[in-house]
């Protein structure tokens, strides 16, 4: 029979066999386990590796390597309240279809517990293995992104500062100031970002219609847990989080159980 699998001739034992082992990825994939941590899907990446004699592949390469995960908007209401979410866009597709809620809701939680500790003025960037977090206090109106480390810093808060003014110019104008509850009305504007600025090239042709940037100091952190107050820990702020479902809870305390915790936190 020509149509007939190669598998067809194995015995019972060996088709039981292959039947559990994927049933058992498939388990695995749906508790979120089974693609591992944002660490190990960072590892996992496919190497593009460039032609060592052909430099128009060596640049497609590392473009190929950056990415942008996430994007978000928010109103600064001090040292003391929470900040509230104005917009939001992420790029999770990387990541296994099962782990993807609990992906997004980590973005939202790190996000706001960075953006809470920015004081109006300041930018600083998180430095986190494989990912650096860019945020820009820009007078209580407050732009994040979540971005692998080789996307340009500058380039990066070119990105945040476009956020900001097209935030302001096409949406809601100053309306943000009185925003009490987190809302989607920026969503749509950050949607379309992310996706544009995949291509640090993009956001580097700001510059040409913005003004230059600003010689404000940049902080850079080596980890979340510096960005913190002193007494503060990580552990404590998951559990209070109101981003966090139980599940996405137990996705990061098995991570960290297993040493594998992801790289954004």
Not at 60 to 85: F, I, R, Y
Not at 138 to 145: M, P
Not at 201 to 215: C, G, N, P, T
Request: glycine share 6%; aromatic share 6%; proline share 3%.
């Amino acid at each position: 029979d020509l149509c007939r699998s190669p598998l067809s001739g194995a015995t019972d034992g060996r088709q039981s066999h292959a039947r559990f082992r994927v049933a058992t990825f498939r388990t695995a994939e749906r508790t979120g386990l089974a693609e591992g941590t944002l660490r190990r899907v960072a590892d996992a990446r496919p190497s593009r590796r460039a032609h060592p004699h052909t430099s128009h592949h060596h640049r497609a390469a590392q473009k190929a390597k950056m990415k942008v995960t996430s994007l978000s908007l928010w109103k600064w209401n001090g040292d003391n309240v929470e900040p509230t979410c104005l917009g939001r866009a992420e790029d999770v597709t990387e990541f296994g279809y099962f782990q993807r809620p609990s992906v997004r809701e980590m973005l939202t939680f790190i996000s706001r517990t960075i953006v809470k500790r920015t004081q109006p003025g300041q930018r600083q960037s998180v430095e986190q293995d494989a990912y650096l977090v860019h945020v820009s206090n820009r007078s209580g109106l407050v732009a994040i992104a979540v971005m692998d480390k080789e996307y340009p810093s500058r380039s990066a808060f070119c990105v945040l500062g476009k956020m900001c003014d097209d935030y302001v110019d096409k949406v809601v104008g100053e309306g943000w100031r009185v925003v009490t509850e987190d809302d989607q009305r920026g969503d749509a504007l950050l949607a379309t970002a992310i996706a544009r600025y995949q291509d640090p090239m993009e956001a580097d042709k700001i510059l040409k219609i913005q003004r230059e940037l600003d010689e404000t100091k940049v902080v850079l952190h080596k980890t979340i847990d510096s960005v913190l107050a002193r007494g503060e820990k990580l552990d404590n702020l998951v559990d209070k989080s109101t981003d966090l479902s139980l599940a996405s809870q137990m996705f990061y305390k098995q991570a960290k159980k297993q040493n594998q915790c992801c790289t954004m936190m």
